[in-house]
């Protein structure tokens, strides 16, 4: 039986909201519960690459449900740049922006350059709906500072989602000092309270890894149809152990990995079972002598070029490799 076009965009609309339903629920966060990653990273201008920031911005995008009414904040957690865990480069001189977006153009599927991916790229499109710039003010160290009320029409209608997409950009304006910071998708501007639906994604993830040889870092990204391949790129590993990656076909592959200042690129091949879940990949440090303070950065593209997202909250839920069965006839004794 075939269905016309309209009622199968109905009905895959329908199942790409269910889906994205199941994966947001626990989904406020940035990083995510189920990436065990500390904190997101973004240095001061004036900062050195070899310390794990390649760009000095970094963007987030938040999804919110066109069904949700109500107002909600994009609450980022230690702003400033100073004190406990913020990264010391001499004299605390940094300053960080960050600046919120909605409205036509902030959507990366219809604004590639919203991605902020290609050198010259005009990642701040949208309309500026809130900014502040926080230096070294201990009154936001370990705590959260607000951005909003905002509604969610404010944002860019994403159609194939049915969700409004807000865009976040962290910005090392001055300085150069690591901030280390993480968001939060809130009802309230007082309380953690998550939105139902909801996630966040990025493009290119900076993150800092635990000093914790036990503790293993995960990322997720996304294997949207028509993707044979990927190339993966990581920059600043500093050699600190492997990158595995995980999905219900593969058991675990590793990828090369950077050394201190360096960027190394591979590809992996997609399998048909992989098509429209999440990926997994690992990052297990090195034993014996602890790397500490490791800044790393990472990004994806298809054969075609087109990058994925990393989503807070993994798509479809954490992939769990499911080993193939093997169902021998076994031939009766005479």
Same mark, same amino acid.
């Given at each position: 039986?075939? /269905? ?5 965009? @109905? ?10 339903? @199941? ?45 949700? %009414? ?96 807000? %865009? ?5 304006? $001055? ?9 939060? /998708? ?38 949207? $149809? ?104 076994? @031939?009766?004794?005479?």
């Amino acid at each position: 039986m075939k /269905l016309n076009k309209a009622l199968y965009k @109905i009905i895959f609309s329908a199942y790409l909201l269910n889906v994205l339903l @199941i994966a947001g629920i626990n989904g406020q966060p940035v990083p995510g519960r189920d990436e065990n990653i500390p904190f997101l990273v973004t240095f001061g201008k004036e900062g050195e690459t070899s310390w794990g920031d390649d760009k000095f911005y970094q963007l987030f995008f938040f999804t919110i449900p066109g069904d949700f %009414k109500q107002q909600f904040y994009i609450k980022v957690f230690d702003p400033d740049t100073g004190g406990e865990n913020d990264e010391l480069q001499g004299v605390w001189n940094t300053r960080c922006l960050y600046s919120v977006y909605g409205g036509t153009g902030v959507d990366p599927d219809k604004n590639v350059e919203s991605r902020g991916l290609r050198e010259g790229d005009n990642y701040k499109s949208g309309n500026l709906l809130a900014s502040r710039a926080f230096g070294n003010e201990p009154r936001y160290d370990n705590t959260y500072y607000s951005f909003g009320p905002f509604n969610p029409t404010q944002g860019d209608f994403n159609a194939k989602w049915n969700s409004y997409i807000f %865009k976040i950009v962290c910005e090392g304006i $001055t300085g150069d000092d690591g901030n280390l910071y993480r968001y939060y /998708l809130s009802r309230s501007a007082d309380a953690d309270l998550p939105i139902e639906g909801a996630n966040a994604f990025t493009y290119q993830y900076t993150f800092r890894m635990w000093n914790d040889f036990k503790s293993v870092a995960h990322i997720y990204p996304y294997v949207d $149809t028509g993707i044979v391949y990927i190339k993966q790129r990581n920059f600043d590993w500093d050699d600190d152990g492997n990158i595995l990656v995980v999905s219900t076909y593969k058991q675990g592959i590793s990828v090369p990995v950077s050394g201190e200042d360096t960027y190394v690129e591979s590809r992996i091949p997609i399998e048909t079972q992989e098509i429209g879940k999440s990926l997994d990949f690992q990052f297990h440090k090195r034993q014996g002598e602890l790397v500490r303070n490791n800044n790393v950065v990472i990004s994806l593209e298809s054969q075609r070029g087109d990058a994925l997202q990393f989503f807070s909250s993994p798509i479809g839920g954490v992939p769990v490799y499911q080993p193939k069965t093997i169902i021998r006839k076994t @031939i009766p004794k005479k």
